[in-house]
């Protein structure tokens, strides 16, 4: 299997066809995502494009493109490789137990990997405690009349054999929608990790899931699935699978490259950090940090602080900026 090569760049900077083995199959692949996404990823340029304040990963074919955040195009390109990941685990975008910290200290770390692991994970956890069943309705031929008789649909599919009746009935089973939504993501990270240290954990993980429907998930599927008691168990495992599965893109460009994402615009994610940290310093005071809040302002519009903290009768406005200072640090 061949090895998926990979290509480091910075927000902001420019990348050229030709360049790292980035070609002309990549370059519209890109593209056409962006144009899927309001051109807010890139900028076209001749030949080539460039990168905006998004941050992560996109893998196309067997090209890696990792996008990482840096401040200033004068500082130490070394210096932020790891700061994306950092700020991921401080945002509570990313499981510190499921990556281990000799993962964190490797220099060309792949971001999918790391996302990937932590699902496939969380799926080893739920197929050793077992899966739930639920009940589902099954509309098919049986040797035995159970449930509803679909009586149009029995006379025209068992003229001749009388012994099937075609009925409606309820199957308690594994192949529902929780199930086909983490099999769903789980096909995804089988196409991207070929030729990767988790490729093996992957085909042990697939063994070991039962038999489901395969189908193609809907964003109105995702949106609308709603977790009880019994199944708050799948929380985590439901979360990485909703990542996975919608930021990937079969087929974007020619029908035959196939591309995964991770993106994440660097102003939020320096934002949320910011606030987190503030809160952790905070905690146990009597100074109360929040963030995002809206007040009215001049008739429909309202404005929207990055972050407010307060104190007493006193309220302090801040607003977070990812950019170079004096002291060539990024801060607030």
């Known amino acids: 299997m061949k090895a998926t090569k990979t290509i480091s760049v910075f927000e902001h900077q420019r990348l050229y066809v030709g360049q790292s083995g980035f070609n002309q199959v990549h370059l519209d692949a890109l593209l056409k995502l962006n144009e899927l996404h309001q051109n807010k990823y890139f900028e076209p340029i001749s030949k080539g494009l460039k990168f905006n304040q998004y941050v992560g990963i996109i893998q196309v074919g067997g090209l890696a493109i990792q996008i990482h955040p840096k401040a200033d195009k004068e500082d130490e390109d070394n210096r932020w490789k790891n700061v994306l ?3 991921l685990k401080a945002c509570g975008k990313l499981n ?5 910290v000799a993962n964190v200290k490797r220099q060309h770390l792949n971001l999918l990997e790391v996302y990937f692991e932590q699902y496939l994970l ?5 197929l050793r405690k077992g899966l739930i069943k639920q009940y589902r309705k099954q509309t098919k031929n049986t040797k035995a009349l159970k449930g509803k008789l679909e009586f149009t649909s029995h006379i025209q599919k068992n003229a001749i054999h009388k ?12 192949n529902h929608l929780l199930h086909q939504i983490l099999y769903k993501a789980l096909t995804i990270v089988d196409q991207f990790t070929k030729g990767t240290r988790l490729y093996d954990f992957t085909k042990r993980v697939a063994l070991n899931f039962p038999k489901v429907k395969y189908q193609n998930i809907t964003l109105q599927q995702l949106h609308r699935l709603q977790l009880n ?3 708050q168990g799948y929380q985590q495992a439901l979360e990485l699978a909703r990542l996975i599965i919608l930021n990937y893109s079969p087929d974007i460009a020619t029908g035959k490259e196939k591309m995964v994402s991770l993106l994440f615009d660097m102003n ?5 950090y910011i606030l987190k940290q503030l809160q952790k310093t905070c905690e146990g005071t009597d100074v109360e940090v929040s963030g995002q809040e809206s007040k009215s302002f001049w008739g429909y519009n309202s404005l929207r602080p990055d972050i407010v903290i307060r104190k007493g009768d006193k309220a302090y406005v801040i ?4 950019k170079k200072t ?3 640090t990024a801060s607030v």
């Open 163 to 174: 012994e099937r009746f075609f009925t409606t009935h309820q199957v308690y089973d594994t």
């Open 229 to 231: 008691r019994k199944t």
């Open 96 to 100: 510190v137990q499921s990556t281990g």
């Open 268 to 272: 939020e994610l320096w934002e949320i």
């Open 319 to 322: 607003d977070t900026k990812w």
């Open 122 to 126: 969380e799926l080893d956890v739920l």
């Open 85 to 87: 990941l950092k700020m």
């Open 326 to 328: 004096k002291n060539n």
